[in-house]
């Protein structure tokens, strides 16, 4: 390595050795100095020969120019890069490399194309924009993360990219070096870095470093930013922030080293200048009350902080970043006290500024004023004595060998000791800070390697340069140095890595000039040497320095003046001022003063000042509590105790400066430059002259000299060939070697072999070489398009000469057609007209005849009308007058047969009204007795069987009562027959015969009475038949007057179909409209996956959690640790009594005493619970007083001893087997529940909070046992009443059954409850009444058949009042649909009137409305309907269940407490459950201790190829199977065992394989065939449509398992996101390369030149082999057949496909957006074709309808935009109306990137891209650049039930499932 001093200005000027003087021909653009613009284009227009002085130039507004050469004049200009190299991504690509040429590219790509980044070989310079730009955000971080450098667009992200893959790969740490001059960008750029590494290496653990880190910098901000004259917010101090990872590459802390804080700012500021942020922040905030002590006001009232005029920065709030900077405290765990401290000490500051010090009149000493408000809040704030402190800041201590003198200061020495202490104080505050924030973000885990950020000054110049300044600049002289050896290191080892000789490369060495600044004898040294001197001035020094160093070549003395001295460093000459360099050297603060700070009352005011031998100014805390791979001086300085002999600041910021350099050396550094393009901060504004400054300053030049000096120009060989394939000859092209093909090539074209080299795998290439061929491929391109274009102008007129041919023998062919034409129509007019007259004629003449012959027919009709009419008149008039007399005769008939059955009916309302009122008084008796309380209580119980009786019985009444009557009729008439003989007889017999008399008339009155019956039922149907008639022709009415409406609705809509046109409008919106509900229903949907999404993500937190806290023993695996689990102990499952609270203690104890205590879904369980059973207790507490008060009025007798006896004796047995199984259960629960607590204290001890929490549990649960134990109680009595009451109905019924009772009593089938009261009542009275009729014979007969004739006439009389009232009920619901109808028609006609009063538009849009509301109504109606249903259906599922657990205790217990004897027939029947025979199909049995057998079996060992030859989803149908025989079984716990342990072994398992396609889509298929099974077999008719017979027998008996379905239904959604990230995760990496970079078009691609990046180290063997689009394909398809083979639902599928093609349109685009290589024509025409074949490959799949097209679209428009032409205003139009899925952030972005492959294509103007900018600003588009590539669309799954028959299913032998029975 050669080292070589120069002057930096004239390192870009120089020339090559040997010029090439024919490239100065005629054309060749130049460029030329120019004072304003630094450089100006001009071309050449004569050719240039060598010796000639004068260059004739053209400027580019055609100015003439005569450019003078020679040795005194000028050199050659600078040569211009091709207009295919301007605007490239690495400054390094570029053909010429010199300073225009970089110039111009950085322009251009910033004022036209809006790009803020640019590489320059290693270096990225960054262009502060001055605006906010949407490139930041998570998407883009996503975009660069993972990629190599040189693929994606520049950007600081991928810079930090680099550095962490380097880290990751090489094991060696990084630095990320970003300087510039102040307001170019610096800590906005290392900010973005951090947020970077934040977001990529986010801590795996809770600790929340990343945020703990990007906190810092609003508190950094805050209290080291300020406002200067060229920034808003400057660094005013250097950082260095180390962010360490761990093996796994997460951030696991961070330390911060700062450097050579800017204290003067504290005391003094420039004009249009502030103090730091943190004065004014904390005046804006000084109203708040927790402030109201610091005494202060507004800023502008304080002397430190309105020196600047200006205290407001415009945008800026200083109140609400004050509040940001909190919340950075907050977060960083400092507390609210030392918050309070650290802002009491920032406000005594701004108090101490405004002591007010008088000078005496003396000069020499100096007072405070008495009572000064400033100075007495500056000593409370800090907590300081008043006096002491006044008195030393006055007056002073001099210490001498013998005495200790006190001096008075004057009064510019006391505000000079007044103003360091203020910067004393300011200092040791802001290094606290940073050793707090240190402290927060130390750790204590070991840390691997770490990524250094470097914020720090660039180079600075000012028109006064002090003691800062040269520090500054001194930093950036070592910082250039270390850059240019890494610069120099890498070329020389890309050089020798491809073998390409190596030639030594001068390069400018600054350690010349850093010599003068640090060497022995130099400025720093002689600085301290004279600060040493008791009596040194700044004069001295600088006459030292002027005596010492004035032979050096990088130090001068101004001409002018003798108190200042020139360095000349690398970037530019430096002239410094002496004045004030000792002082700030010395950074003097008197002991005295300090002292008084210690001795604070505060603590933290105190610990600042304790140790006074630190380091008074200078901010290098990190240094000795840095993180443990800091890097130290190998010797370090002993410390010197002598506080006289102390650092000072030059000594302190060299050494810090030194073990920075040395932690730099030690990591692989990477630059970012910022360039500041202008001084008037305006947004996209550049400067020339202020860039070519800060490019000659940074580094960039030197960069680019370096590369220059060798071949920067790189290519592979497969690029050379693909790019300059054109200039071969045919013969080249069959060599198989393409490296001997670019070989030959080069030998021929390019003569000097000194111009390029091969290297092993590129060809490097001279400045120039790469735009000389260019220029030949150029040239062979027009030529071949002038060939191209002279042999399509030939073949274009050639076929103009054949259409002119073939035009005119086409018109004299039609000519002479027309002409034939003509003729043969004259001929064909004139024979139709004849045929005309004669028709005419003959028309005439026949209707002249038919007008009289229809004269007479008419005359002859009208007559013989007239006769007939009076005939009929006659006979009609006949015909009325026997309807009258036909109509008065029945009248007076009916109204005399009224009179008579008005007569009856009321003796038979007075008659049934005496006997109403004594069987209400009989049932009123009744209704109080135990039998009535049995009846409540059995209701229900004989209520299910008589519904499954009724339908039948009903079906059969009807013949039933024929039957009866038809008998009853019979027997009459045989009785009737039979008692006339008798009474005969009789009357022959005695002679008194009053008794028979009487019976015979009672006999002729039921006659009489029975044939009125028949009367009245007749008539009764007879009107009934009537009236249904009538309402029927009313019906019919109403039908033939809505016909009506409808045709004249229809006629409405014919009249108003004009107006179609309008309505479309209105069917837009109503479309739009249902679009939007549909959206949101998308996103509610979205929303509540989602949150199902960060359920999962906080589950799987959990369980590494409690994999971390229980990793080193026995980890207890919870079953119930996720809500969704828990979830599933739904206490609906349960169908016992005491389900609820069964379910809550068993999840209290599964889940474990803390988390039960914090479960709120348990303890609102326990609370509905107890709701609940209080109600139920007051039910039961209301009937049993009804029942005692019924008992109490009816005043039964009481009960005899045996029968007291019997009912204690069934009471004590139901309670004692009630107590002995409630007593097992509770022993069971409390052991398991003290078990679970044990374990629990054992694992760890509960705090207070959960204590308390568990108390409160266990007193619900007390309480809702104690309400329990009442229930029983009374449950036990009603149970003991129903017993004894079921025992006297038994007594009665076998009484009655053992007297006399006709057959008929035997019936069956009673009609309803009122007949069987009155047969049993009159069973009774014929009972009571029998001795009294039994003498008239010795048989009883002629009695028995009375009281039957008159329990056949009762029972006929209640058939006929039942008939009567469900007629009158049929009548009334008639009458209600008619007026139902009757206001359905008042309406309709309303609606009409009112839609014929408006204009056509307005009834088309009220008809649409009506209709919208209707179907609302509608929809409506029948949700509520359905849910009505679905309750009614729960509640009697529920109760059914509830009595079938009832039947089997009531059974017992009766069984118990009745005689042995005594059979109970009738209570049998009506609680015995029928249940199916034992010969069930389609269940697996399985026992309790194999479930775990089971599950492993299924689930945790299944492999998906194991049943890959069963049918799909076996394992479903398996589990559903046994699912169902749980539920035949009525085994509520082996379901809930069951499914709980099915679903965490699902869980289990995806979570082993969550990378696992394969088996995530199996888990999936068989989850969803599960879910599906469960609805299928659920018995809900919704899901019964489309299932057989066979299948709806299979239904579930017992359980409702609407909740498990809801568990599983969230399970399917998590894994199928599960899917769709293993998925993406595969294919994401095969996405960019198949789809934008494979050549699916051979030869269509073409290569442009590569700079440094696309050579750089990160990419040698990185990253994938290169993909294509048939690969991408192929994985498609391996999704899609494994999918299929699983048997996943094909809706499903397609939804999966549907992301899958979101996420290669997301990744595609994203990638198309952020680089600019791809933004071609040719790359979108591959574009398009793969596309093409993306669609291609759904049509053969049968997926073009699940939307996947649909995902697709802007890419589809993307590579459209690609491919139109950008040129005019239609062009732009035409964009605006294409590109309708492209926001417009994205368009202009891609019409930016937009890069032309060839010299013929055309850039897009800056003027068209402002065109479509204003067409699309009416555009309500999200300001959106990248796609989200996180966004997943909300899955359905639809119901698919199975057509498979469960008992049909075969089960393989080789999944070892022998403990399986079938059933």
Not at 386 to 396: G, I
Request: glycine share 4%; hydrophobic share 35%.
């Amino acid at each position: 390595m050669k080292r070589q001093q120069k002057e930096p200005n004239t390192i870009a000027k120089k020339q090559e050795e040997k010029i090439d003087y024919e490239v100065y021909c005629q054309y060749t653009r130049v460029w030329i100095p120019d004072p304003e613009d630094v450089w100006r284009a001009a071309e050449i227009i004569k050719d240039y020969t060598e010796g000639e002085p004068i260059l004739y130039l053209k400027l580019e507004d055609e100015t003439p120019l005569e450019y003078r050469i020679g040795p005194k004049d000028n050199a050659l200009p600078f040569l211009r890069n091709p207009d295919i190299l301007v605007g490239e991504n690495d400054l390094t690509a570029l053909s010429y490399l010199h300073e225009p040429a970089v110039l111009h590219n950085l322009k251009v790509r910033f004022t036209e194309s809006n790009h803020i980044y640019t590489y320059c070989g290693i270096v990225l310079v960054a262009i502060n924009p001055y605006e906010q730009l949407q490139i930041y955000g998570e998407e883009v971080i996503n975009a660069y993360s993972g990629q190599n450098m040189g693929d994606m667009d520049p950007h600081i992200f991928a810079v930090a990219e680099e550095a962490y893959k380097q880290m990751a790969r090489d094991e060696r740490n990084q630095s990320i070096i970003v300087s510039g001059e102040s307001g170019a960008g610096k800590t906005v750029s290392a900010k973005y870095a951090m947020r970077f590494f934040a977001t990529v290496g986010g801590s795996a653990n809770d600790t929340n470093v990343e945020e703990k880190v990007l906190a810092s910098s609003p508190i950094m901000e805050a209290i080291g930013n300020a406002k200067t004259t060229r920034n808003d917010n400057s660094s005013r101090f250097g950082k260095y922030i180390q962010i360490g990872f761990d093996r796994s590459y997460h951030i696991i802390g961070a330390n911060m080293r700062t450097y050579l804080l800017e204290k003067s700012r504290v005391v003094f500021q420039a004009e249009d200048e502030r103090n730091y942020h943190i004065f004014y922040q904390l005046c804006a905030s000084a109203s708040l009350p927790e402030f109201k002590d610091l005494a202060l006001t507004s800023a502008e009232d304080f002397i430190f902080t309105s020196q600047g005029e200006n205290i407001f920065i415009e945008g800026v709030n200083d109140a609400e970043d004050f509040e940001k900077t909190r919340e950075a405290f907050t977060l960083l765990g400092v507390n609210d006290s030392n918050q309070s401290s650290i802002f009491r000490i920032i406000a005594s500051i701004l108090h101490l500024g405004n002591v007010e010090i008088c000078s005496e009149r003396d000069g020499d000493s100096c007072h405070i004023l008495k009572n000064d408000p400033h100075l007495a809040h500056f000593c409370q704030l800090l907590g300081v004595e008043l006096e002491q402190m006044e008195h030393w800041l006055c007056h002073r201590k001099l210490v001498t060998t013998s005495e200790t003198y006190v001096k008075n200061m004057s009064r510019k020495q006391a505000a000079n000791a007044r103003d360091a202490l203020a910067k004393h104080i300011y200092a040791h505050m802001f290094d606290w800070i940073v050793e707090y924030v240190n402290k927060s973000l130390h750790t204590s885990s070991k840390q691997h390697s770490f990524i250094g950020v470097l914020d720090i000054y660039g180079f600075e110049t000012f028109e006064i340069n002090s003691f800062e300044q040269f520090c500054i600049n001194y930093a950036n002289e070592k910082l250039q140095q270390q850059f240019n050896q890494h610069v120099f290191k890498l070329e020389q080892e890309e050089y020798m890595k491809e073998q390409i000789p190596w030639t030594l490369i001068d390069f400018y060495d600054n350690q010349p000039c850093i010599d003068v600044i640090e060497a022995k004898l130099g400025i720093l040294d002689l600085l301290d040497e004279e600060c040493k001197v008791p009596k040194g001035t700044d004069q001295n020094w600088c006459q030292k320095l002027y005596d010492r160093l004035s032979s050096s070549v990088h130090f001068q003395k101004p001409r002018m003046s003798n108190t200042s001295f020139i360095v000349i460093h690398f970037a530019d000459k430096v002239e410094y001022q002496c004045d004030g360099f000792l002082e700030k050297n010395r950074d003097t603060v008197y002991e005295e003063q300090i002292n008084i700070l210690k001795a604070s009352k505060f603590q933290l005011v105190a610990d600042l000042f304790q140790d006074t031998n630190k380091d008074s100014s200078i901010s290098t805390s990190s240094s000795s509590k840095s993180s443990r791979v800091n890097v130290r001086a190998s010797k370090p300085t002993p410390k010197v105790p002598n506080k006289e002999h102390r650092k000072t600041v030059g000594h302190q910021f060299r050494s810090s400066l030194q073990l920075l350099m040395e932690t730099l050396n030690a990591t692989t550094p990477h630059y970012v430059r910022c360039i500041k393009p202008n001084d008037e901060k305006e947004a996209f504004s550049f400067e020339s002259r202020r860039a070519v400054q800060q490019l000659r300053a940074c580094g960039v030049l030197e960069t680019i000299r370096i590369s220059a000096a060798g071949y920067p120009s790189r290519w592979t060989y497969p690029d050379f060939f693909n790019r300059y394939r054109v200039l071969m000859k045919k013969s080249d092209m069959t060599v198989g070697d393409k490296k001997l093909v670019c070989r030959n090539l080069l030998e021929t074209l390019v003569k000097d072999p000194d111009k390029y080299q091969f290297g092993k795998t590129k060809i490097f290439f001279r400045a120039g070489q790469v735009a000389y061929l260019e220029k030949l491929r150029a040239d062979k391109f027009r030529s071949a398009c002038i060939k191209i274009q002279k042999t399509v102008r030939g073949w274009l007129q050639r076929v103009r000469y054949q259409k002119i041919r073939k035009s005119a023998i086409n018109l004299q062919r039609y000519g002479r057609g027309y002409m034939a034409r003509r003729y043969a129509e004259q001929l064909r007019l004139t024979r139709a007209a004849l045929i005309c007259q004669k028709q005419y004629r003959m028309v005439r003449e026949r209707r002249d005849y038919l007008r009289v012959s229809q004269a007479v027919v008419t005359i002859q009709a009208f007559t013989r009308g007239m006769l007939t009419r009076r005939i009929f008149q006659e006979f009609l008039l006949h015909h009325k007058a026997m309807i009258i007399q036909k109509h008065v005769r029945g009248w007076l008939t009916r109204r005399k047969f009224r009179r008579a059955r008005n007569a009856a009916i009321t003796i038979q309302c007075a008659y049934r009204c005496m006997r109403a009122k004594r069987e209400l008084k009989q049932l009123k008796i009744e209704a109080r007795s135990a039998q009535h309380l049995k009846k409540l209580n059995t209701g229900m119980e004989n209520k299910i069987v008589q519904l499954q009786r009724k339908m039948d019985d009903q079906s059969n009444d009807l013949k039933t009562q024929n039957e009866q009557l038809v008998v009853a009729k019979a027997s009459l008439g045989s009785e009737v027959n039979k008692l006339q003989k008798e009474l005969e007889m009789m009357r022959s017999r005695q002679g008194d015969g009053s008794q028979l008399t009487s019976l015979q008339d009672e006999l002729e009155k039921l006659r009489a009475e029975l044939q009125e019956a028949h009367t009245h039922m007749k008539k009764l149907e007879e009107k009934h038949s009537n009236e249904k008639m009538g309402l029927e022709q009313r019906v019919e009415e109403l039908d033939r007057e809505n016909s009506m409406l409808k045709s004249e609705k229809e006629e409405m809509n014919r009249r108003i179909l004009h107006h179609s046109k309008s309505t479309e409008d209105q069917e837009s919106s109503a479309s739009q409209s249902v679009g939007r509900v549909q959206a949101e229903l998308d996103d509610e949907r979205q929303s509540y996956q989602n949150l199902l999404r960060e359920f999962s993500r906080l589950e799987q937190r959990y369980d590494n959690l409690q994999e971390a806290k229980f990793q080193p023993g026995h980890k207890r695996n919870n079953s119930t640790q996720s809500s969704l689990e828990s979830d599933s102990n739904y206490p609906s499952i349960s169908t016992s009594e005491l389900g609820d609270t069964d379910d809550a203690i068993q999840i209290v104890e599964e889940m474990g005493v803390e988390k039960a205590a914090m479960d709120i879904g348990v303890f609102m369980k326990l609370q509905k619970r107890v709701r609940e059973l209080e109600q139920e207790r007051k039910r039961l507490q209301v009937n049993l007083e009804k029942m005692e008060d019924q008992v109490n009025c009816k005043g039964i007798e009481p009960k005899t001893t045996s029968e007291q006896e019997s009912e204690d004796l069934a009471y004590s047995s139901l309670k004692r087997q009630e107590l002995e199984s409630e007593n097992k259960k509770l022993k069971n629960d409390l052991n398991e529940l003290r078990k679970a607590i044990a374990d629990r204290a054992s694992q760890n001890s509960s705090s207070n909070e959960l204590q308390d929490g568990y108390n409160l549990l266990l007193g619900q649960l007390k309480a809702a046992n104690e309400e329990l134990e009442v229930r029983k109680e009374e449950v036990l009595i009603l149970r003991t009443q129903i017993v004894s009451a079921a025992h006297q109905k038994e007594e009665t019924t076998n009484h009655i059954e053992t007297n006399n009772v006709p057959e008929w009593t035997n019936s069956k089938k009673p009609i309803d409850k009122e007949e069987a009261v009155r047969a049993y009542h009159g069973l009774c009275e014929s009972k009571n009444k029998a001795s009294d009729w039994g003498y008239l014979n010795e048989d009883g007969e002629l009695g028995l058949a009375y009281q039957g004739l008159k329990q056949v006439a009762r029972l006929l009389e209640a058939q006929l009042q039942s008939q009567a009232r469900k007629h009158e009920d049929e009548l009334a619901a008639f009458n209600t649909q008619i007026e139902l109808l009757k206001d359905d028609i008042e309406k309709k006609q309303e609606m009409l009137n009112h839609t014929m009063s408006l204009s056509p538009e307005a009834q088309v849009e009220y008809s649409v409305q009506q209709e919208i509301t209707r179907l609302t109504n509608d929809n409506l109606d029948l949700k509520e309907l359905v849910e009505k249903l679905e309750k009614n259906e729960r509640k009697l599922k529920k109760q059914l269940r509830i009595y079938m657990k009832k039947v089997p205790d009531l059974e017992v217990s009766l069984t118990a407490s009745s005689q042995p004897t005594k059979a109970k027939p009738q209570l049998t029947r009506q609680v015995t459950v029928q249940r199916r025979e034992k010969d069930f199909e389609g269940m697996l049995e399985y026992y309790k201790e194999d479930e775990a057998l089971l599950v492993k079996t299924l689930i945790t060992d299944m492999k998906p190829h194991a049943v890959s030859a069963t049918v799909p989803c076996l394992p479903a149908y398996i589990l559903f199977m046994c699912i169902r025989h749980a539920d035949y079984i009525n085994d509520d716990q082996k379901v809930h065992s069951l499914l709980t342990s099915n679903i965490n072994a699902i869980k289990k398992v995806l979570k082993k394989n969550n990378n696992d396609f394969e088996m995530t889509s199996f888990w999936l298929a068989n989850t969803s065939r599960l879910l599906h099974c469960l609805k299928q077999y659920s018995g809900d008719e919704a899901f019964m449509t489309q299932n057989t017979a066979k299948q709806n027998e299979h239904c579930l008996k017992n359980f409702d398992l609407a909740e498990y379905r809801q568990v599983l239904s969230d399970l399917s959604i998590q894994i199928y996101q599960q899917l769709i990230k293993v998925a993406e995760h595969m294919m994401q990496p095969m996405i960019v390369s198949a789809m934008l970079e494979s050549e699916s078009i051979p030869s269509l691609a073409g290569v442009k030149p590569m700079g440094y990046r696309n050579r750089s180290s990160s990419m040698d063997g990185e990253g994938p082999g290169s993909y294509t689009l048939e690969a991408l394909i192929k994985q498609l398809g391996q999704f899609h057949s494994v999918m299929g083979e699983h048997g996943l639902d094909p809706e499903i599928a397609s939804q999966v496909v549907r992301q899958l093609f979101y996420s290669i349109n997301a990744i595609t685009l994203n990638n198309l957006l952020l680089r600019k290589d791809v933004c071609s024509w040719s790359t979108g025409m591959q574009l398009r074709y793969n596309i093409s074949q993306m669609e291609e490959w759904l049509r053969g799949k049968n997926l073009h309808q699940s939307g996947a097209v649909v995902n697709i679209g802007p890419v589809i428009q993307a590579a459209q935009l690609l491919q139109v032409k950008k040129k005019t205003s239609q062009d732009a139009e035409a964009i605006c109306s294409l590109c309708t899925s492209l926001t417009m952030q994205q368009i202009v972005k891609i019409l930016n990137l937009y890069t032309p492959l060839n010299e013929f294509e055309e850039r897009v103007t800056v003027s068209f891209i402002r065109n479509i900018q204003n067409r699309l600003q009416d555009r309500n588009d999200v300001p959106m650049l990248l796609v989200d590539t996180k966004h997943t669309f909300p899955v359905l799954f639809p119901y698919t039930p199975s057509a498979l028959s469960l008992e049909t299913l075969h089960i393989p032998a080789n999944l070892s499932l022998d403990f399986l029975t079938r059933v």
